[in-house]
Protein backbone atom coordinates (compact mmCIF):
# COMPACT_ATOMS: atom_id res chain seq x y z
CA UNK A 1 0.00 0.00 0.00
CA UNK A 2 1.10 3.31 -0.76
CA UNK A 3 1.90 5.93 2.17
CA UNK A 4 -0.06 8.93 1.93
CA UNK A 5 2.18 12.06 2.77
CA UNK A 6 2.27 13.63 6.10
CA UNK A 7 4.55 16.80 7.22
CA UNK A 8 4.88 17.34 10.89
CA UNK A 9 7.01 20.91 11.92
CA UNK A 10 6.86 21.28 15.37
CA UNK A 11 9.17 22.44 18.71
CA UNK A 12 9.03 24.64 21.59
CA UNK A 13 6.61 27.43 22.36
CA UNK A 14 7.78 30.47 21.04
CA UNK A 15 10.57 29.46 18.80
CA UNK A 16 9.05 30.30 15.05
CA UNK A 17 6.59 27.63 14.28
CA UNK A 18 4.04 30.17 12.82
CA UNK A 19 6.39 31.60 10.24
CA UNK A 20 8.15 28.63 8.77
CA UNK A 21 4.80 26.83 8.60
CA UNK A 22 3.45 29.84 6.27
CA UNK A 23 6.70 29.79 4.40
CA UNK A 24 6.44 26.19 3.73
CA UNK A 25 2.47 25.87 3.25
CA UNK A 26 2.95 28.04 0.62
CA UNK A 27 6.05 26.69 -1.24
CA UNK A 28 4.40 23.24 -1.65
CA UNK A 29 0.75 24.32 -2.07
CA UNK A 30 -0.35 22.48 1.82
CA UNK A 31 -2.79 23.09 4.15
CA UNK A 32 -2.20 23.14 8.06
CA UNK A 33 -3.56 21.48 10.62
CA UNK A 34 -3.04 22.99 14.31
CA UNK A 35 -1.82 20.29 16.67
CA UNK A 36 -2.19 23.15 19.50
CA UNK A 37 -4.53 22.16 22.64
CA UNK A 38 -5.43 26.13 22.75
CA UNK A 39 -5.77 27.31 19.13
CA UNK A 40 -8.56 25.61 18.69
CA UNK A 41 -11.05 27.67 21.29
CA UNK A 42 -12.62 30.50 20.19
CA UNK A 43 -12.36 33.80 22.17
CA UNK A 44 -9.05 32.77 23.54
CA UNK A 45 -6.96 34.47 20.93
CA UNK A 46 -3.96 36.77 22.88
CA UNK A 47 -3.23 33.75 25.29
CA UNK A 48 -2.70 30.90 22.93
CA UNK A 49 -0.52 33.04 20.59
CA UNK A 50 -3.65 31.96 17.40
CA UNK A 51 -2.65 32.93 14.33
CA UNK A 52 -4.16 35.62 12.68
CA UNK A 53 -5.95 35.64 9.41
CA UNK A 54 -3.34 38.04 8.00
CA UNK A 55 -0.44 35.99 9.31
CA UNK A 56 -2.38 32.63 7.46
CA UNK A 57 -1.46 34.80 3.78
CA UNK A 58 -4.81 32.75 2.70
CA UNK A 59 -3.33 29.04 3.58
CA UNK A 60 -6.07 27.30 4.82
CA UNK A 61 -5.78 25.64 8.81
CA UNK A 62 -7.74 23.25 10.09
CA UNK A 63 -8.80 23.03 14.19
CA UNK A 64 -8.30 26.50 14.91
CA UNK A 65 -11.35 28.69 16.16
CA UNK A 66 -13.94 25.38 16.08
CA UNK A 67 -14.63 25.11 20.21
CA UNK A 68 -16.08 26.82 22.84
CA UNK A 69 -14.28 26.61 26.12
CA UNK A 70 -16.77 24.91 27.67
CA UNK A 71 -16.22 21.85 25.66
CA UNK A 72 -13.37 19.34 26.82
CA UNK A 73 -10.35 18.73 23.95
CA UNK A 74 -8.48 15.32 24.24
CA UNK A 75 -5.78 13.79 22.46
CA UNK A 76 -8.92 11.17 21.53
CA UNK A 77 -10.90 14.21 19.77
CA UNK A 78 -7.74 15.85 18.49
CA UNK A 79 -6.71 12.53 16.27
CA UNK A 80 -10.86 12.12 15.45
CA UNK A 81 -11.10 15.62 13.91
CA UNK A 82 -7.08 15.49 12.47
CA UNK A 83 -7.83 12.66 10.70
CA UNK A 84 -11.09 14.39 9.40
CA UNK A 85 -8.90 17.50 8.00
CA UNK A 86 -6.10 15.08 6.75
CA UNK A 87 -8.54 13.19 4.22
CA UNK A 88 -10.09 16.60 3.55
CA UNK A 89 -6.71 18.06 2.31
CA UNK A 90 -5.76 14.33 0.67
CA UNK A 91 -9.15 14.59 -1.53
CA UNK A 92 -7.75 17.89 -2.86
CA UNK A 93 -4.66 16.12 -3.67
CA UNK A 94 -2.12 18.43 -1.27
CA UNK A 95 -0.50 17.63 1.84
CA UNK A 96 -1.52 17.99 5.33
CA UNK A 97 1.40 19.96 7.41
CA UNK A 98 0.88 19.50 11.16
CA UNK A 99 1.98 22.32 12.94
CA UNK A 100 1.90 22.72 16.93
CA UNK A 101 4.05 21.54 20.04
CA UNK A 102 2.08 19.07 21.37
CA UNK A 103 4.16 16.07 21.48
CA UNK A 104 1.55 13.41 22.59
CA UNK A 105 -0.80 15.23 20.07
CA UNK A 106 1.70 14.54 17.29
CA UNK A 107 2.63 10.75 18.39
CA UNK A 108 -1.40 9.89 18.44
CA UNK A 109 -1.65 10.89 14.78
CA UNK A 110 1.29 9.93 13.32
CA UNK A 111 1.44 6.59 14.86
CA UNK A 112 -2.64 6.02 14.80
CA UNK A 113 -2.30 5.37 18.83
CA UNK A 114 -5.34 3.26 19.34
CA UNK A 115 -7.40 4.95 22.42
CA UNK A 116 -9.87 1.93 22.88
CA UNK A 117 -11.45 3.32 26.25
CA UNK A 118 -11.38 0.10 29.09
CA UNK A 119 -15.26 0.33 30.80
CA UNK A 120 -14.64 3.70 33.07
CA UNK A 121 -15.24 2.34 36.09
CA UNK A 122 -16.74 5.76 37.54
CA UNK A 123 -16.59 5.03 41.32
CA UNK A 124 -12.50 4.59 41.15
CA UNK A 125 -12.32 7.97 38.61
CA UNK A 126 -15.00 9.93 41.25
CA UNK A 127 -12.96 8.02 43.97
CA UNK A 128 -9.59 9.66 42.60
CA UNK A 129 -11.08 13.45 42.06
CA UNK A 130 -11.86 13.34 45.29
CA UNK A 131 -8.87 12.59 46.79
CA UNK A 132 -7.06 15.53 44.12
CA UNK A 133 -9.76 18.11 45.57
CA UNK A 134 -8.98 16.98 49.09
CA UNK A 135 -5.20 16.02 49.11
CA UNK A 136 -3.98 17.78 46.00
CA UNK A 137 -2.49 17.07 42.73
CA UNK A 138 1.02 16.19 44.25
CA UNK A 139 -0.78 13.47 46.54
CA UNK A 140 -2.48 11.49 43.33
CA UNK A 141 0.88 11.92 41.40
CA UNK A 142 2.95 10.11 43.76
CA UNK A 143 0.31 7.51 44.06
CA UNK A 144 1.10 7.23 39.81
CA UNK A 145 4.84 6.95 40.90
CA UNK A 146 4.00 4.22 43.49
CA UNK A 147 2.60 1.82 40.64
CA UNK A 148 4.50 3.31 37.33
CA UNK A 149 7.43 5.40 37.88
CA UNK A 150 7.50 5.76 34.06
CA UNK A 151 4.64 7.09 33.32
CA UNK A 152 5.07 9.62 36.60
CA UNK A 153 8.12 11.15 34.98
CA UNK A 154 5.92 11.59 31.81
CA UNK A 155 3.31 13.24 33.06
CA UNK A 156 3.26 16.67 35.09
CA UNK A 157 2.18 16.26 38.73
CA UNK A 158 -0.58 19.08 37.65
CA UNK A 159 -2.50 17.22 34.63
CA UNK A 160 -4.42 15.67 37.06
CA UNK A 161 -6.88 14.54 34.22
CA UNK A 162 -4.07 12.33 32.63
CA UNK A 163 -2.88 11.46 36.16
CA UNK A 164 -5.73 9.59 36.88
CA UNK A 165 -6.36 8.40 33.38
CA UNK A 166 -3.05 6.40 34.38
CA UNK A 167 -3.76 4.93 37.41
CA UNK A 168 -7.25 4.32 36.53
CA UNK A 169 -5.31 2.03 33.52
CA UNK A 170 -3.48 0.17 35.95
CA UNK A 171 -6.54 -0.56 38.75
CA UNK A 172 -8.64 -1.38 34.88
CA UNK A 173 -5.53 -3.28 33.08
CA UNK A 174 -2.87 -4.71 36.20
CA UNK A 175 -0.33 -2.85 33.25
CA UNK A 176 1.31 0.14 33.66
CA UNK A 177 0.28 2.60 30.94
CA UNK A 178 4.09 3.74 30.25
CA UNK A 179 4.49 0.19 28.47
CA UNK A 180 1.14 0.20 26.58
CA UNK A 181 2.18 3.46 25.23
CA UNK A 182 5.70 2.48 24.62
CA UNK A 183 4.06 -0.55 22.56
CA UNK A 184 2.44 1.70 20.24
CA UNK A 185 5.04 4.11 20.03
CA UNK A 186 6.87 1.03 18.38
CA UNK A 187 4.23 0.71 15.87
CA UNK A 188 5.15 1.53 12.30
CA UNK A 189 3.59 5.30 10.98
CA UNK A 190 0.98 4.45 8.47
CA UNK A 191 2.68 7.96 6.66
CA UNK A 192 5.32 8.49 4.80
CA UNK A 193 6.32 11.48 6.84
CA UNK A 194 8.84 14.19 7.93
CA UNK A 195 9.20 15.13 11.23
CA UNK A 196 11.13 18.47 11.74
CA UNK A 197 11.38 19.83 15.50
CA UNK A 198 12.72 23.14 15.00
CA UNK A 199 14.97 24.52 17.36
CA UNK A 200 16.86 27.74 19.12
CA UNK A 201 19.80 28.06 21.62
CA UNK A 202 18.47 28.06 25.05
CA UNK A 203 18.68 31.47 25.91
CA UNK A 204 17.14 32.81 22.84
CA UNK A 205 14.29 31.06 23.27
CA UNK A 206 13.85 31.83 26.83
CA UNK A 207 14.06 35.24 25.76
CA UNK A 208 11.50 35.20 23.04
CA UNK A 209 9.59 34.02 25.81
CA UNK A 210 9.11 36.61 28.12
CA UNK A 211 8.82 38.99 25.12
CA UNK A 212 5.93 37.08 24.02
CA UNK A 213 4.04 37.51 27.13
CA UNK A 214 5.23 41.40 27.25
CA UNK A 215 3.64 41.41 23.64
CA UNK A 216 0.45 39.07 24.96
CA UNK A 217 -0.09 41.55 27.98
CA UNK A 218 0.24 44.70 25.39
CA UNK A 219 -2.28 43.50 22.88
CA UNK A 220 -4.82 42.90 25.96
CA UNK A 221 -4.75 39.50 27.56
CA UNK A 222 -6.02 40.55 30.86
CA UNK A 223 -8.98 41.94 28.96
CA UNK A 224 -9.29 39.12 26.71
CA UNK A 225 -9.50 36.61 30.60
CA UNK A 226 -11.61 39.12 31.81
CA UNK A 227 -14.24 38.63 29.40
CA UNK A 228 -14.16 35.00 29.42
CA UNK A 229 -13.96 35.03 33.01
CA UNK A 230 -17.75 37.28 32.36
CA UNK A 231 -19.28 34.67 30.37
CA UNK A 232 -18.55 31.94 33.50
CA UNK A 233 -15.86 30.41 32.70
CA UNK A 234 -13.82 29.08 35.82
CA UNK A 235 -10.67 27.36 36.34
CA UNK A 236 -12.27 23.77 36.41
CA UNK A 237 -12.14 23.72 32.56
CA UNK A 238 -10.02 22.37 30.60
CA UNK A 239 -9.61 25.52 27.85
CA UNK A 240 -8.66 27.82 31.57
CA UNK A 241 -6.20 25.66 32.47
CA UNK A 242 -4.03 26.48 29.54
CA UNK A 243 -0.84 28.78 30.30
CA UNK A 244 -2.02 32.10 30.44
CA UNK A 245 -5.34 31.81 31.23
CA UNK A 246 -4.79 30.30 34.39
CA UNK A 247 -2.12 32.78 35.66
CA UNK A 248 -4.06 35.83 34.66
CA UNK A 249 -8.09 33.98 36.83
CA UNK A 250 -5.62 34.03 39.82
CA UNK A 251 -4.64 38.00 39.17
CA UNK A 252 -8.70 38.78 38.72
CA UNK A 253 -9.54 36.48 41.25
CA UNK A 254 -7.08 38.66 43.73
CA UNK A 255 -5.42 35.38 44.40
CA UNK A 256 -1.80 37.22 43.05
CA UNK A 257 -0.84 40.64 42.17
CA UNK A 258 -0.39 41.10 38.67
CA UNK A 259 3.14 41.40 38.95
CA UNK A 260 3.01 37.46 40.60
CA UNK A 261 0.92 36.74 37.81
CA UNK A 262 2.98 37.67 35.08
CA UNK A 263 6.58 36.19 36.77
CA UNK A 264 4.63 32.88 37.06
CA UNK A 265 3.84 32.46 33.73
CA UNK A 266 7.20 33.55 32.09
CA UNK A 267 8.51 30.93 34.74
CA UNK A 268 6.18 28.28 33.79
CA UNK A 269 5.82 28.80 29.83
CA UNK A 270 10.21 28.63 30.37
CA UNK A 271 9.50 25.09 32.20
CA UNK A 272 6.50 24.08 29.23
CA UNK A 273 9.32 24.48 26.39
CA UNK A 274 11.98 22.44 28.59
CA UNK A 275 9.22 19.65 28.96
CA UNK A 276 8.05 20.20 25.09
CA UNK A 277 12.08 19.60 24.26
CA UNK A 278 12.49 16.73 26.25
CA UNK A 279 9.98 14.77 24.72
CA UNK A 280 10.82 15.65 21.70
CA UNK A 281 14.44 13.91 22.46
CA UNK A 282 12.34 10.88 23.43
CA UNK A 283 10.30 10.27 20.09
CA UNK A 284 11.85 8.04 17.57
CA UNK A 285 12.35 9.48 13.72
CA UNK A 286 12.53 13.01 14.34
CA UNK A 287 15.07 15.54 12.30
CA UNK A 288 16.34 18.52 14.07
CA UNK A 289 16.33 22.06 12.76
CA UNK A 290 18.31 24.45 14.81
CA UNK A 291 17.59 27.64 13.27
CA UNK A 292 21.29 29.36 14.56
CA UNK A 293 23.26 26.71 12.32
CA UNK A 294 20.75 28.70 9.54
CA UNK A 295 21.71 32.23 10.28
CA UNK A 296 17.83 32.39 11.64
CA UNK A 297 17.56 32.94 7.79
CA UNK A 298 14.01 32.03 6.91
CA UNK A 299 14.57 31.16 2.98
CA UNK A 300 17.70 28.97 4.01
CA UNK A 301 15.29 26.86 6.45
CA UNK A 302 12.50 26.78 3.68
CA UNK A 303 15.14 25.79 1.29
CA UNK A 304 16.78 22.98 3.49
CA UNK A 305 13.15 21.44 4.65
CA UNK A 306 12.70 21.26 0.58
CA UNK A 307 15.63 19.35 -0.11
CA UNK A 308 14.64 17.34 2.53
CA UNK A 309 11.58 16.52 1.54
CA UNK A 310 12.36 15.86 -2.08
CA UNK A 311 14.92 13.68 -0.54
CA UNK A 312 11.81 11.44 1.73
CA UNK A 313 9.91 11.56 -1.56
CA UNK A 314 7.14 13.55 -0.01
CA UNK A 315 7.45 16.13 -2.86
CA UNK A 316 8.63 16.11 -6.64
CA UNK A 317 11.92 16.91 -7.10
Known amino acids: MIKKPLIILTGPTAVGKTKASILLAKAIGGEIISADSMQVYKHMDIGSAKITKEEMQGVPHHLID ?5 EEFHVVKFQQMAKEAMDEIYAKGKIPIVVGGTGFYIQALLYDIDFNEQETDLTYREYLETLAQE ?14 EKAAQEIHKNNVKRVIRALEFYKQTGERISEHNERERQKESPYNFVYIVLNDAREKLYQRIDQRVDEMLDLGLVNEVESLKKKGYTKNMV ?9 I ?3 LNQELSLDEAVYILKRD ?19 WLDKQKF ?5 KILTW ?13
Request: glycine fraction near 4%; charged fraction near 40%.
Open 135 to 148: KGAVYLHELLEEVD
Open 269 to 287: TRHFAKRQLTWFKREKDVI
Open 305 to 317: ILELLKEKKIIEK
Open 249 to 251: LSY
Open 66 to 70: VLEPE
Open 239 to 247: SMQGLGYKE
Open 295 to 299: DYDEN
